[in-house]
């Protein structure tokens, strides 16, 4: 596609249950990158894909939060036992590789955990 | 990341210019300035980048001061959808042991106001 694709574009959850978010980047691009973003505050780097591989998990905020990223395209960050502190924007993004191009960012997905 | 530094905030008014600066004074050799920019509820979007010389776009210009410790964004025509929150990032791409990595660290912004 033309554009950074994720979904679902709103998601509420029950405390305690799972959640999976899908990213689709633009096609090409092996960088990939999921943020996440809570009311009123900055964006907060979660994990960075290269191809397939993850060398950068440093966000992740805790063991319930993991994510796979399968034939260098389509990534999906996963949510474990989900907490109301979950409760945020997750935004995917890619890039080319070579790191001195701009990022597409996604719309987003907006999860709510009641 | 090397840090940054903005205004919390600006205003302008419809179709005047807008200078939004950054300063960036621990900036590093091999880092670009990059721009992006937040449009309420919605992601970012990448507005511009450069290393050394001024650059233009179809969006915006950005003037890299000389000694590269301060840029600038230029809006030159404001209109009320500019009216975003406006990061300037620093971003590194040199090789480390890990490979590269090449994550933008987005700090607070610049939130602008356009009025009508």
């Known amino acids: 596609g033309a554009g950074v694709s994720q979904s679902p574009s709103n998601k509420v959850t029950e405390k305690g249950k799972d959640v999976e978010l899908r990213c689709d980047p633009i096609?090409?691009?092996?960088?990939l990158y999921w943020y996440r973003q809570s009311l009123g505050q900055g964006l907060e780097f979660l994990i960075y894909?290269?191809?397939?591989?993850?060398?950068?998990k440093s966000g992740l905020p805790s063991d319930r939060f993991s994510a796979e990223r399968t034939g260098g395209s389509v990534s999906t960050l996963t949510i474990q036992r989900t907490q109301q502190e979950d409760s945020a924007v997750y935004l995917c993004?890619?890039?080319?590789?070579?790191?001195?191009?701009?990022?597409?960012f996604g719309s987003g997905t907006r999860l709510t955990v009641v | 990341d090397a840090k940054t530094t903005q205004p919390n905030s600006m205003e302008s008014n419809e179709e005047e210019p807008v200078h939004l600066p950054c300063n960036h004074s621990t900036i590093s050799g091999t880092d670009y300035i990059h721009w992006y920019r937040q449009l309420p509820s919605q992601g970012p979007e990448y507005v511009i980048h450069g290393l050394t010389s001024n650059v233009n776009n179809r969006m915006a210009s950005l003037a890299i001061a000389e000694d590269r410790k301060s840029s600038t964004l230029i809006l030159h025509r404001a209109t009320l959808r500019d009216a975003a929150v406006y990061y300037c990032i620093l971003r590194d791409t040199t090789l480390n042991s890990g490979g590269s990595n090449y994550k933008l660290t987005f700090g607070k912004g610049t939130l602008l106001t356009v009025n009508p």
């Open positions: 096609s090409g691009h092996t960088a």
């Open positions: 993004a890619s890039s080319w590789v070579e790191g001195t191009s701009g990022y597409t």
């Open positions: 894909f290269q191809g397939n591989s993850a060398p950068d």
